[in-house]
């Protein structure tokens, strides 16, 4: 016998689910967290363990892959700390630089509008103690981070294995829910999340490893101290719309401007990274991401606020990624396909598959 409730009853239910729902992410989030970022690993290294699959035993595969990933992220947590440490070690220079650039705009506000700063070494001394605490704290986070990270980072590897090693009993369990005729469109379905995530996730490593090159280049060419690393970080920063740039070129548009005192030079700074993200959210993007699954500017800025909130730095990382996975899952379920229209970027789409069809045409030809 069906029971209907009223709307207003159903509403509430919906409301105390979401309570309990986000009671249960922040309660267990160190449980989970590795888990997420295990399986959107998983899904990266599908592929790659398939292939080694068809030579070796499965174990074997799976640990080549591990290790293969493993020696990349490596490579680039050693490329970006050792740069942090670099230039972490420049922040006295900088200070007495942002000093004496404090000093000339006191004294040119002082000789054209007669504007005398009160307690000026007081104000120096409070201005230089504030980016020293704030360059110190920022620094004292990042290792505490790191820390924690490293006791994550010991998980991560086992689950991916298991994911990976035990990813045909995960079907099998997953049939135990469902009658044995649906069982053919389920697979249909979850194959189809698979290549869709896992197009997205590694077409959003390409379009990181693209601006990357960019933003390092240009900066290269005008001679900027720490290029590539401004360059990487920058680039990791463009999965975050809109705002993502302007943190990305802020950085080392300040750096340029505290070591050379030029305008210029800073302008022509933010002009490069400008140039690189009209070429990323014109042609970049639609072309390598679109044409697989985009998210809306406006869906992807809230789901790194609540990211944030739920999970702290690591539900930011994780908000993307796990946004592209819920619209899949609203597409390919018929009743949700309006929260999946929601959450896309229908112009990001529609212009990623008219590139490729371009490119097609072309290759054709």
């Known amino acids: ?9 159903r509403y509430v239910v919906i409301l105390i689910g979401l309570y309990l729902l986000l009671f249960f992410l922040q309660s267990f989030s160190s449980i989970l967290i590795p888990i997420c970022f295990s399986a959107l690993f998983a899904l990266l290294l599908l592929p ?7 030579h070796m035993p499965r174990a074997l595969s799976i640990t080549i892959s591990l290790v293969v990933v493993i020696l990349i992220l490596g490579l680039l947590v050693w490329f970006l700390s050792s740069q942090i440490a670099s230039f972490s070690a420049e922040l006295q220079e900088i200070n007495a630089k942002i000093s004496l650039l404090i000093a000339k705009f006191q004294q040119m506000l002082y000789e054209r509008f ?18 020293t605490q704030t360059g110190t ?8 981070l790191t820390t924690g990270a490293l006791t994550v980072l010991t998980l991560i ?18 049939f135990q829910f469902i009658s044995v005729d649906r069982r ?20 959003l490593l390409i379009v990181i490893v693209i601006v990357s090159v960019l933003n390092s280049t240009g900066l290269l060419i005008m001679g900027v101290k720490y290029a590539i690393f401004f360059g990487v970080l920058a680039s990791i920063l463009t999965i975050i719309p809109y705002i993502g740039i302007l943190i990305g070129a802020l950085l080392p ?34 072309f390598v991401v679109g044409s697989r699954v985009s998210i809306n500017p406006f869906a992807a800025i809230v789901a790194l606020i609540l990211g944030g909130e739920v999970w702290g730095a690591p539900g930011m990382i994780l908000s993307i990624p796990l946004i592209a996975i819920l619209k899949v899952l609203f597409d390919a379920s018929e009743p949700l396909k309006p929260f999946g229209y929601l959450l896309g970027d229908i112009q990001a789409e529609e212009k990623g598959n008219k590139l490729l069809q371009r490119f097609n045409r072309r290759r054709k030809k």
């Open 1 to 9: 016998m069906e029971i209907k409730l009223p709307n207003y009853v």
């Open 48 to 54: 790659m363990a398939r292939a080694l699959e068809k």
């Open 114 to 131: 007669g504007i005398k700063p009160t307690n000026k070494n007081e104000f120096l001394q409070k201005a230089m103690g504030s980016i």
């Open 137 to 144: 704290a920022f620094l004292g986070s990042t290792i505490s």
């Open 157 to 174: 590897p086992i689950y991916v294995f298991c994911m990976l090693y035990y990813r045909d009993h995960l079907r099998q369990f997953m």
């Open 184 to 203: 053919g469109s389920l697979m249909s379905t979850v194959d189809n999340i698979q290549h869709v995530v896992q197009g997205y996730l590694s077409g």
């Open 253 to 286: 548009a300040l750096f340029v401007f505290v070591s050379t005192g030029s305008v210029g030079q800073m302008l022509i700074v933010v002009g490069i990274f400008a140039f690189v993200q009209f070429l990323e959210g014109n042609f970049i993007t639609p």
